[in-house]
């Protein structure tokens, strides 16, 4: 099979052939047929995670259910998934609905092996390449899969360059704006970045019935889609404040909620100075290792609160078929912000993610 392989010392995927086992009596082999690209991905590739090498990364798949191990029940051949993250699934946070905060995240997610430390890719020449991770591996024709990993898709879904990134980057912001805020009708929100999470937690403020929401970012064409999606007021993030921005479109008020989705810290300093007395942020953004969130502590006095979140702060097995519902109605059009490209021309579209291009790159298979 195709599979594009981030190897030591560069943070380039170079299309490769590789072959696969057959999956073990708890895995299910899915052939991906489109994966979201995603700024983890990215992260990966250039070795600033602990992930180790050589890697197949991909993390927003979908696809078809090629075969299953004798002890899965609840997938056939043929059934249509959408994968998303690992978790233990027998953990506190796990059976209360919290799978993203599993103490075992880290390891299964980022680890790209099976538990007892095997994998079940090999290259040309034999040697091991790194799988399992997010428990998927979607830069791949196949992949061996955690059955909880897996959501199965009614035939009537959509096509599955819309379906693959709701695995991630799409959960991520709309999950933080429903479930870690709780954004209300006629609330007022800013959401920091604009990039696919930022656009997801607009589109999910919107469905929310928000009455003002005000984007930043720092690409004309992201602002320009933020407003088709939503957006009531934009503004470019290059220079300036962002809460200075936001306080003067609010009339000096401030907002009830904030969404950071750059990773930066001082844009998340940003986002939690626009805040209303009473206001809640969410940090969505990954910062670099040691990096600091420094905030005005007499602020936090009146009444303001900051909380982080992790892949939508709720199960993705309830959060994506809530998506698609709504998706069905017209009410979060996530295909505007798609651009497919074949899964080896993927150089070229974390080209066009760097540069703002693309929003969300999706791979087809």
Known sequence: MKAAVCRQGSDLFCIEELSIEDPRPDEVLVRFTATGLCHT???????FLPTPFPVVAGHEGAGVVEAVGSAVTGFAPG????????????????????????????????????????VGLRDEFGNAVRDHFFGQSSFADYGLCRPSSLIRMPESAPPDHVLAPLGCGVITGAGAVWNALK???????????AGAVGLSAVMAAAAAGASRIIVSDTHPNRLA???DLGATDVFDATGGSGAENVRELTHGLGVDF???????PEVMAEAVAALAPLG???????????????????????????TGCIVGHQAPAVLVPRILRLYDKGLFPLEAMIRIYPLTDIAKAVDDTRTGIAVKPVLMH
């Open 41 to 47: 991905d990215l992260v990966v590739a250039s070795g």
């Open 79 to 118: 059934d249509r998934v959408v994968a998303s993250f690992s978790f233990c699934g027998s953990c506190r946070n796990c059976l209360s609905g919290q799978p993203a905060y599993c103490p075992d995240h880290f390891p299964l997610n980022f680890g790209a092996q099976r538990a007892d430390g095997s």
């Open 183 to 193: 954004v209300n009708a006629d609330a007022t929100i800013a959401v920091f970045g």
């Open 225 to 227: 889609l933020a407003t």
């Open 258 to 264: 904030a969404v950071e989705c750059t990773g930066v």
């Open 280 to 306: 809640s942020a969410a940090i969505l953004g990954v910062a670099p290792e040691g990096a600091e969130l420094r905030t005005n502590a007499f602020s936090l006095l009146e009444g303001r609160t900051v």
